[in-house]
């Protein structure tokens, strides 16, 4: 979770909660809009064990303001059932027993309602404790308030992408909103380098303002010089690499994603489809023509390393990409743009494009922790320290992303083979 040592030390005054309780609402209420188009039935549907239903996702972000803060600091709270400690728990196992994660979809019961009660009754109980926080534990209540709305808003991110799997496994190809802005068309740009000086340059979080454990402490590490490619890889780069035989020459894959390209028959991104020589793609606006010039996505980190590999370059280091990035506006293809999507760059830029948004960028870096590293204490400790292990790093955020929860020392990370989630690639190579 959050790297609560990083936040201002703030007073138990009225005015920080006044606005504290303002942002609480907003993020709360984006989090319904976000499965407001969606059908009762949806909500309920888990479409494999990585993807939880939206009815879930809504009662787990509430079940974590009730359970690290209402019944910590609210006198009297009750909860309007108990066994909702068990069925919400998502693996803090230091808490309590979690339910298991592969069985979400075949809990029925509390139904969507009953789900949307327990928000209900969630926010009104946060609104007396913010209204009137314990002065004696106001600093800590404010840190917990702003852990659980940066979780809650990477819940919205990870809402977005199991309804898109949800919605893919029908072969109607429902959208899941048909009003989504369109993505302005682009020319394709010839890729061009960037050249950066290496070095011993200092990576992670430091200073004033909210980061995860996991971005700290802030360090030094030697980087050699380096270029970037000054945007993501596109569908129809991508495509190239699939006419070229990019699935079937194993000296391209690492052995784990050559055995797992036998077990899958993957033979190209996930929600790609092809059809009378033509190909289309599952979007959260239904089913359309690939659009050539945006970044690939949905693809794999062995995929995205086969093809840097076909590419004769390689991906970056989180240490590349995070130098890269440092001192650039955290501006691009969120979720509040609309598109919901990736696109191509819509205007000329200088210097490395679309480092943020549009989609996570697979980095050759495994989630391991920085030197110095200590999570946090007791439950709340639990969210990150414990997956260093077989997991790889992604950087930049996603067209799903919610823009202020992005910043360049933002570390996400997913197991190699996952490809559910918005995911493309940069390429890198030794400067030459």
Known sequence: MGNLAHQPNLQPASAAFDRLLHRYQQVRALSETICAPLQIEDYVIQSMPEVSPPKWHLAHVSWFFETFLLKAYLDDYRTPNPLYDYLFNS?????????????????????????????????????????????????????RVELGLQHEQQHQELLLMDIKHILAQSPLHPAYRSDLKPAVQAHGERLRWHSFDGGVKH????????????????????????QLADRLVTNREYLSFIADGGYARPELWLADGWALLGQTGWNAPLYWQRRDDAWYEMTLGGLGELQLEAPVSHVSFYEADAYAR?????????????????????????????????????????????????????????YRPYPGFRPLPGSLGEYNGKFMSGQMVLRGGCCATPQAHIRATYRNFFQPSMRWQFAGLRLARELR
Not at 122 to 135: S, Y
Not at 209 to 214: I, T, Y
């Open 91 to 143: 693996y803090y196992e230091t808490h309590g027993i979690p339910f298991p994660r592969g069985q979400r979809g075949l809990v029925s019961r509390p139904g969507v309602e009953d789900v949307y009660r327990y928000r209900r009754h969630v926010d009104q109980a946060m609104g007396e404790l913010l209204t009137k926080p314990p002065e004696a534990h106001a600093d800590e209540i404010h840190r």
């Open 203 to 226: 990576i992670g979080h430091a200073g004033e303002g909210f980061a995860f454990d996991c971005e700290t402490p802030r360090h030094r590490q030697f980087v050699e010089d380096f």
């Open 310 to 366: 076909w590419a004769e370059a390689r991906l970056p280091s989180e240490a590349e990409w995070e130098v890269a990035a440092e001192g650039r506006p955290a501006d691009g293809n969120f979720l509040e743009s609309d598109h919901l999507h990736p696109t191509a760059p819509d205007s000329p830029h200088e210097g490395p494009a679309q480092l943020f948004g549009d989609v996570w960028e697979w980095t050759a870096s495994a």
